[in-house]
């Protein structure tokens, strides 16, 4: 629209300039055809007052004049008036004195709206009057003018109607464009919006193509067939995962069973036999996690139609804890059977105090699931204590694990959800795989909630998991 306007703005100015000059250039041919002729009479009757006298005109005497300017010094200003038409000589007086002298560029033609005629600007011719008998004592000129007062009404007619009509037509210019554009990227607005709501489970979504056969078209084809491929990609890769995950768990339950015989019925092979033992059920473990994360992605999550007693899950898996871990729990802040956790020699306490009633819409399982994951997260880094608070205002349900560990750098808090994430030695000495968070927050998300990190009063790390409440 600038640039519009600008355009518009400078093509009027030059029309008015050329309209002016147009104007001009006709009123000058004018005055010298007048001034010509005017000459010619003075040469052949050769008295000024006479030829003067019939020089105006009657019907409109204020259009035109004529003067006959002289002077001792020659025809500078203020030259005294020798002869003129009536109409100016009633103005000036019989032998008055008016400034009627030539341009300063030296042309014959000057624009002039001081002639004591009238008000009206007039557009003057000079002559000089060389042997020509004026009766003046020295040399003297000929001034014809005519009244360009109609033609400036005009101009100014014009630069009005120019003045009002560019703004205008830049703003129906812009409105049209506007509408124009807008609809002729509509389809591209819609495009932009389908692709914008395609997620990792929302890869067999389309874009819409427009029946119009142009670049937009052609976009939308092109858009669709690399979400084609997009798709077959990731559903190849997710059925690896599923594929492996799954036929690793049969040999891996397999291996379990066999050391679990083989240590309980020889004493020989007890050490091995127990190391095999854990790390079969730690691989065990991991082909769990990357089977449940390869179905949270290839397959949505099933509709929530339980309502879970929260308070509940958390008691639950918090004795199921203790009856892995050798943890001491304490409802009221204290500890109850005081033993060390992971070997470090110092108890681990849960404090429970903070957790009251709250009810959730979801899969009991999959919540359940969420709490053994941030319980078993803050255990393995907590010095000492752990703190787990629950509460319900109504619209939401707020689960908070705390841990007096090294806690996590704020730079990390986003990335510690990630599958695999690896943290600073002091985060990652439990020797955890990285999956359980990156399931956490599958699964927290799949019920309509949300997870973050944060420091813990206790001084380490706090996680919080906001589910809405139930209605």
Known sequence: MVLVFVVLAVSAAVVVLLQWRQLLAATDRSLTLAADELLLQLEIEGDPVSVLADAADPLNPDDHF?????GGGGAGPA????????????????????DLSVADDGTPFRTRSDIPIDDDAYRLVVRDLDGVATGSDGPAVLVVGENIDDQLDGVRSLATILAILVPSVTA???????????????????IRQQVEGIGPRQLDHRVPVPATD???????VTMNSMLDRVGRSSMRQERFVGDASHELRQPLTRMRSSLEVDL??????????????RETVAMQALVDDLLLLARLDHEPLPELAELVDLDVVVD??????RGREPTAIGHTGGAQGSTSSRGLGEPTRIDMSSVSGAVVAGRREQLARVVRNLLNNAVAHARSAVAVS??????SVMLAVDDDGPGVPPDARDTVFDRFARLDEARRSDGGTGLGLAIVRE?????????????SALGGARFEVVLPAAR
């Open 66 to 70: 004529a003067v006959v300017q002289g």
């Open 79 to 98: 030259g005294r008036v020798e002869s003129a038409t009536p109409n100016l000589a009633a103005s000036v007086g019989g032998a008055g004195v008016v």
């Open 172 to 190: 129906a210019f812009g409105l049209a464009a506007w509408w124009l554009v807008g609809r002729t990227l509509s389809p591209v607005e819609r």
């Open 214 to 220: 142009d670049e937009i078209a052609r976009l939308a």
């Open 264 to 277: 309980a019925g020889n004493g020989d092979l007890r050490p091995a036999a127990e190391t095999a033992l």
């Open 316 to 321: 639950e898996e918090v004795e199921r804890l």
């Open 390 to 395: 629950l509460t319900d205002d109504g619209e």
């Open 443 to 455: 699964l927290v998300r799949g019920h309509g909630g949300t997870v973050r990190c944060g420091d």
